[in-house]
C-alpha cells in the first residue's frame, strides 16, 4: 500500500511485510518513507500552516464528515483489515471503525462550534470600557504518533482534532499496523484538504526521533509506551507534548454491590479483550471480601472462545506477536513462582495466551506493578471500600478506575479520592467514549485526548482587548 507524503500517495525503496499476528501468513506490504519524503511530509506541513489555520469551519466540517462517512461505507474492509494486521477478533475490529466513524464525525460537530469567547474587563477600574476578544490558533503543524492496538481508532483521535481546528498533521503509525492507517491515508485524499495538510508516514523506530525533535512541528501528541513517551519527552522539553501512556487499569467490587454476576461478566470480558492489549483493559481486581466473586469470574473467564481472531464466534484472539506473548508468560512464571496461584489459564500456544487468572500475587511482582497489557486478571479480597481504594491507588499508573458500587456517596468518594484521570462508576476501568477528556496521571501520561480536549491541545489563545468599547 501507497503512503501519503502532504496528501499524495508516494513509495519508498525498502518492503515492508505486515504479518498476521494469529498465523504468521503476509496480509499486506507497504514501503518505509526515505527522508527526503519525510522531509518533504515535514516541509508541506510547515509551508501550508498559515493557510490551514485559516480555512473556513465549513471546510474541516465537510471533509471530517467525508472521513467519517466513507469508514461507515467501507466498514466490513476495515475491521478485517484491523484483524488481519492486529490480530484482534472481528467484532473488536468492527466496534473500532465504528468508534472511528464517530470520532471523525464529533469532529465535524466541534470545527463548527469550536471558537474562543468574550471576556468582558470592565470588573476593575483599569478595563473600564474595555472587552477581551479570545480566539484560539492552533500551536502549529503536529506530530502524531500511535501505537499497535487500536490502528485506527488511535489514528483518528490525533488526525480528526488537527483538521478540526486547522493544523496540518505528520502521523507515524505503528510499525507493526501500518496498514489501516494508509487506507485511512487514502480516504483522507479525497477531500479538498491542501496539500500538506496531513502525511502519513511508516517510519522504523530508529529513524522516528529526527520527527520528534524537528522544530517545525511544535505539538507531539503520543500515544504508546511509558519508556518511550519519556524519551520523547526529554528529546523534545520545549514542545507541547502530550503523552498517552500505559497502566494497570483497577476495578473495585465494592461492600455494597449487589449484581455480582455482572461485574464477573464485565470484568472477565474487559480483562482479555483485545488479548488485554489495551491501556485501560482490567489487570488488577479488588473485591470486597464478603462477595463470593472469584467462581463467577472463573466461569466467566473459561467461557470465553480462544482462537482465530476472523471467527466472529472467537472473545479472545493472538497477542501482536509471539514474542509479546511470551513476555506475558514469563512475567506469570515469575509471579508463580513467588507464590501466585494460577486459578485458570497460564498457558501459552504461540503468539496466544490463555486467558488467565491469578490470585496470591506477590505486591512487587510484575504482573501486579506494571503492566502486564496481556489477557492476565490479578485478584485480591479486601477488607473494606477504603482498602480497596488505597489498593487502586498503590500504583505507578492513574489511567482509568472502575468501582462497582450501587451508592452515590461512594461513587463521589471513588471520584474524589482515587488519582487517575477517569472513575467508571457501576462497571470496568475499559469504557471509553471519544468526545470524553482521556488520559492520566502519574506513569499513564500528560495531557487529555478526546476530541474537544485534544482540539484545546492543538491550540492556545490569543487575546485582542479592543479599547472604547
Ligand atoms: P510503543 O511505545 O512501543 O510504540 C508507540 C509508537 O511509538 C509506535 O508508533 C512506535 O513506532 C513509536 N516509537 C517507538 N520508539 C520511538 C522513538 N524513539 N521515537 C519516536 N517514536 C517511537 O507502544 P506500542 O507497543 O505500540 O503500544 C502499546 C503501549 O501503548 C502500551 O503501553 C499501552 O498502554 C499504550 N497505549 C496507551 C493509550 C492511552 O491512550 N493512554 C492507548 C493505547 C495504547
Known amino acids: 500500500m501507497d503512503f501519503y507524503v502532504a496528501g499524495s500517495a508516494a513509495h519508498g525503496d525498502d518492503e515492508v511485510t505486515v ?7 503476509a496480509v499486506g506490504r507497504t514501503t518505509w518513507a526515505k527522508d527526503d519524503q519525510v522531509e518533504a511530509a515535514v516541509a508541506a506541513a510547515a509551508a501550508v500552516a498559515a493557510e490551514a489555520a485559516a480555512l473556513p469551519a465549513h471546510v474541516r466540517a465537510t471533509a471530517l464528515e467525508h472521513v467519517s462517512r466513507r469508514i461507515a461505507e467501507r466498514r466490513q474492509e476495515i475491521g478485517e483489515l484491523i484483524t488481519a494486521e492486529n490480530g484482534k477478533p472481528l467484532k473488536w475490529a468492527l466496534l473500532e471503525a465504528d468508534r472511528a466513524v464517530s470520532v471523525f464525525r464529533w469532529a465535524a460537530e466541534e470545527a463548527r462550534r469550536f471558537s474562543g469567547s468574550l471576556q468582558r474587563l470592565d470588573t476593575d477600574p483599569g478595563g473600564t470600557g474595555r472587552i477581551a476578544v479570545v480566539k484560539r490558533v492552533p500551536r502549529g503543524p503536529v506530530l502524531g504518533i500511535s501505537p499497535f492496538n487500536f490502528p485506527l481508532n488511535l489514528v483518528a483521535h490525533k488526525i480528526a482534532p488537527a483538521i478540526a481546528v486547522g493544523a496540518p498533521i505528520v502521523l507515524k503509525p505503528a510499525p507493526a499496523t501500518p496498514l489501516t492507517a494508509l487506507l485511512l491515508g487514502s480516504i483522507l485524499a479525497e477531500t479538498d484538504l491542501p496539500a500538506g495538510m496531513f502525511s502519513v508516514l511508516p517510519i522504523p523506530n530508529d529513524r522516528a526521533s529526527s520527527l520528534v525533535t524537528d522544530p517545525r512541528l511544535p505539538i507531539v501528541s503520543f500515544t504508546g509506551s511509558g519508556p518511550v513517551g519519556a524519551s520523547i519527552r526529554r528529546a523534545a522539553p520545549d514542545k507541547h ?12 467490587v465494592c461492600s455494597d454491590y449487589a449484581d455480582l454476576d455482572w461485574a464477573a461478566s464485565r470484568i472477565a470480558t474487559f480483562g482479555t479483550y483485545q488479548a488485554g492489549q489495551s491501556c485501560i483493559a482490567v489487570q488488577r481486581v479488588f473485591v470486597h471480601s464478603d462477595h463470593d466473586l472469584l467462581p463467577r469470574l472463573t466461569a466467566a473467564v473459561n467461557a470465553l472462545v ?13 497477542m501482536i506477536s509471539e514474542d509479546a506473548a511470551k513476555r506475558v508468560e514469563s512475567w506469570v512464571d515469575e509471579a508463580v513462582a513467588a507464590g501466585a496461584s494460577v486459578v485458570t489459564g497460564g498457558k501459552r500456544d504461540g503468539a496466544t495466551y490463555a486467558p488467565t487468572i491469578l490470585t496470591g500475587v506477590p505486591a512487587d511482582a510484575k504482573v501486579v506493578a506494571e503492566e502486564i497489557f496481556g489477557p492476565v486478571l490479578v485478584v485480591s479480597e479486601v477488607p473494606t471500600d477504603e482498602a480497596g481504594f488505597a489498593a487502586i491507588n498503590n500504583s505507578a499508573y492513574g489511567l482509568q478506575a472502575g468501582v462497582f458500587t450501587h451508592n452515590l456517596q461512594t461513587a463521589f468518594t471513588a471520584h474524589r479520592i482515587l488519582d487517575v484521570g477517569g472513575v467508571i462508576v457501576g462497571d470496568v476501568p475499559s469504557y471509553r467514549a471519544d468526545q470524553m477528556p482521556y488520559g492520566g496521571v502519574k506513569g499513564s501520561g500528560v495531557g487529555r485526548e478526546g476530541v474537544a480536549s485534544a482540539m484545546e491541545d492543538y491550540t492556545e489563545p490569543r487575546v485582542m482587548v479592543l479599547t472604547g468599547v
Open 241 to 252: 507534548v502530550t503523552l498517552e501512556l500505559g497502566g494497570n487499569a483497577a476495578v473495585l
Open 306 to 318: 480462544t482462537g482465530d481472531p476472523s471467527d466472529p464466534k472467537v472473545d479472545v484472539g493472538p
Open 19 to 25: 504479518t498476521h499476528p494469529y498465523d504468521g501468513r
